[in-house]
């Protein structure tokens, strides 16, 4: 029984995957991870299943990083802070590598991990109005395991222009930038999810999958020395002081020590 997201499967064989925590604007934490872990794993092995759609409940796609569980691996030992980063890592590989089309249905906003998870989809469509951001360097923290993927989906000059900045920007940019296919109004949202749907009903499966392998081998991928750096790196800030001064100063409601 899945706890943090939700699975429909249509008779199309067209599954719906829902991060369902709104309160929290479906922020990742360590069960989300594991549940979006098995869940892409067991898709990308069903037969039955032809597509899959990514998306959130409520007003966001995905806020990031649930702060408390990351407050919580600055208090962890080496140990627990290296297997939580993989943990997210692999979420992402596993995403990125499930050899169905992950078509993303950003409903609202998304920062951090959430742009992370746009950028391992083979398309993703949006809503006017959204916002979107790499906001992680306002916590002391960086875009760290999403980066190999945001890399990979902007182009690295296109993400030196918000990777590292952590300036919020709409959907027309993100539209720019490659985060999203297209940015349409909120009423035509689940035609045009259905639009990007309904070619792959008339291909064969096996076929998809393997264009989509193939497209990985030619565009260089995200190999695993580049999701171990990624790892490396978030530890490496989760240890830092500033992230520590970054995440108090958010549950305090106060500005954090470098921000005039």
Known sequence: MMETIEIAVDMRGVATVTLNRPDKHNALDAQMIAELTGTAERLGRDPAVRVVVLTGAGQSFCAGGDLGWMRAQMGADGATRAREARNLANMLSVLDRMPKPLIGRVQGQAFGGGVGMMSVCDVALGVDGARFGLTEVRLGLIPATIGPYVVARMGAAWARRVMFSGRVFGAEEA??????????????????????????????????????????????????????????????????????????????????????
């Open 175 to 260: 539209v720019a930038l490659g985060l999203l296919a297209r940015a349409v109004p909120e009423a035509e949202l689940d035609a045009a999810i259905e639009r990007e749907v309904a070619p792959y009903l008339a291909a064969a499966p096996g076929a998809v999958a393997e264009g989509k392998a193939l497209v990985a081998r030619l565009g260089g991928g995200v190999d695993e020395a580049a999701i171990a750096m990624s790892v490396d790196a978030l530890v490496a800030r989760w240890e830092n002081p500033e992230s520590t001064e970054g995440i108090a100063a958010f549950f305090d409601k106060r500005k954090p020590g470098w921000q005039a």
